[in-house]
């Protein structure tokens, strides 16, 4: 069974600080993997989606990479701004194209 | 262009009583999955919808049942509610059923008292 990890639980920052977000999985057996934001209360917004074959993704200021040998996804983001803040989860995709998710990593970036 | 849409926003119900969720898919898409989502938590996937039939399943009970109409549109059903049934409910639509990329509604946001 696969279990999704993401640390940390929690994160509080200052403004225009680089913050690297962690997401690690059991069964490196994937199709792609993908990172979501949601908002508190919200429904989820996909932000990118890395194909087992990529190794990682970019847009405007977040890259996530993807390591499915050893695991581990991580997600950067770059120049964090208050509205970066959010819960910030992670999913990966096996044969059955149904995602198994972590429990978030809830990020407040204070101005 | 719209998005995934649910139906209602929140709902309160008591213990014992039968809720319904409706879903109502990206246009285009013809597959619909839901998920439970506990506070704290990720979303766990109940079930998935495809051509009016229940596709995949999760790890839920029965009290979970679901249906796709031929517009595509989705309800999910919960009977004998459970106060841990308290969650939020996200739906979710792709273009068929094995593609990757998931489109989320705001989802409903239901409290069992």
């Known amino acids: 069974k696969q279990e999704v990890t993401q640390i940390p639980a929690a994160l509080s920052v200052p403004e225009g600080e680089n913050l690297v977000l962690n997401c690690s999985f059991t069964d490196s057996a994937i199709y792609n993997l993908q990172w979501f934001r949601q908002d508190p209360g919200k429904g989820l917004t996909s932000l990118l989606l890395?194909?087992?074959?990529?190794r990682e993704q970019t847009s405007g200021r977040l890259n996530a990479s993807l390591d499915k040998s050893s695991g581990r996804s991580t997600l950067y983001i770059a120049a964090s701004q208050p509205g970066d803040s959010a819960t910030y989860l992670c999913?990966?995709?096996?044969?059955?194209?149904?995602?198994?998710f972590g429990r978030g990593t809830s990020l407040i970036v204070h101005p | 262009d719209a998005g995934v849409t649910q139906s209602p926003t929140h709902l309160i119900k008591t213990r014992g009583q039968q809720v319904t969720l409706r879903c109502s898919p990206k246009s285009g898409h013809d597959t619909v999955s839901w998920y439970q989502q506990a506070l704290g938590q990720g979303p766990q996937f109940i079930f998935q919808?495809?051509?009016?039939?229940?596709?995949q399943r999760g790890n839920f009970p029965d009290r979970f049942s679901g249906h796709q109409f031929p517009n595509y549109s989705s309800e999910l059903n919960v009977n004998a509610l459970l106060l841990g049934d308290s969650a939020l409910y996200l739906c979710?639509?792709?273009?068929?059923?094995?593609?990757?990329?998931?489109?989320f509604g705001p989802g409903t946001r239901l409290t069992v008292l």
């Open positions: 999913a990966v995709e096996g044969g059955s194209y149904i995602p198994t």
């Open positions: 919808y495809y051509e009016e039939e229940e596709r």
């Open positions: 890395i194909q087992s074959s990529q």
């Open positions: 979710a639509s792709t273009l068929r059923p094995d593609t990757d990329t998931q489109y």
